[in-house]
């Protein structure tokens, strides 16, 4: 059974940059046919996909964060991470990480990041 | 602003069936497949339906998705309490924007 899980810190300041990693087990990142996601859920709102990365370093971005986002992965840890710079209120949410393959089988429990000084 | 439009709301009593719709177009739904998930209160989304009518190793076939043209339906018979949630579907959008997107949530209140 495949387990994602975020880690990172739960407060950022304003004009910072967020950064959260996911540690995946129960099997690897290394074994291709999915694409590691990111995707975030504002206060009370919908979701909303931020990218993905394949294991050989392959990215694809929303073109609506593309500008600020960067996600990577580190196949010998099994994680992959998620770089979001000059944040500001708009980007507190929940953000998940999640496995793709044409949808989304598995997630993270999911982890709150505030924006706030 | 999503490109899949849902309604809000639900609700049918226990036992009911619920029906919930997700209306795009050919650049979306029209030509790819649609995936339908469940959010609880405070929990994770999980998948429901994937290539839009399959259901995955465990989840009831109470859940059923089907797709027909430009929209797509998640069909919840015997509507248990424990169905009450946030649903969502989702699918690839070929537009300007492309990538991933999902519908705007609706949410099931069973009575």
């Known amino acids: 059974q495949v387990q994602l899980q975020e880690s990172g810190p739960g407060l950022v300041k304003p004009s910072q940059t967020l950064s959260l990693t996911c540690t995946v087990s129960?099997?690897?990142?290394?074994?291709?046919?999915?694409?590691w996601s990111w995707i975030r859920q504002h206060p009370g709102k919908g979701l909303e996909w931020i990218g993905y990365i394949y294991y050989s370093g392959s990215t694809y971005y929303n073109p609506s964060l593309k500008s600020r986002v960067t996600i990577s992965v580190d196949t010998s840890k099994n994680q992959f991470s998620l770089k979001l710079s000059s944040v500001t209120a708009a980007d507190t949410a929940v953000y998940y990480c999640?496995?793709?393959?044409?949808?989304?089988?598995?997630w993270g429990q999911g982890t709150l990041v505030t924006v706030s000084s | 602003q999503s490109v899949l439009t849902q309604p809000p709301s639900v609700s049918a009593a226990p036992g009911q069936k619920v029906t919930i719709s997700c209306s795009g177009s050919s650049s979306n739904i029209g030509n790819n497949y649609v995936s339908w998930y469940q959010q609880l209160p405070g929990t994770a989304p999980k998948l429901l339906i994937y290539d839009n009518n399959k259901r995955p190793s465990g989840i009831p076939d109470r859940f059923s998705g089907s797709k027909s043209g430009t929209s797509a339906t998640l069909g919840i018979t015997g509507l248990q309490t424990g169905d009450e949630a946030d649903y969502y579907c989702?699918?690839?959008?070929?537009?300007?924007?492309?990538?991933?997107?999902f519908g705007t949530g609706t949410k099931v209140t069973v009575l």
């Open positions: 129960g099997g690897s990142i290394s074994s291709g046919g999915y694409y």
């Open positions: 999640a496995r793709y393959h044409g949808s989304w089988d598995y």
């Open positions: 989702g699918t690839w959008d070929s537009s300007l924007s492309a990538g991933p997107v």
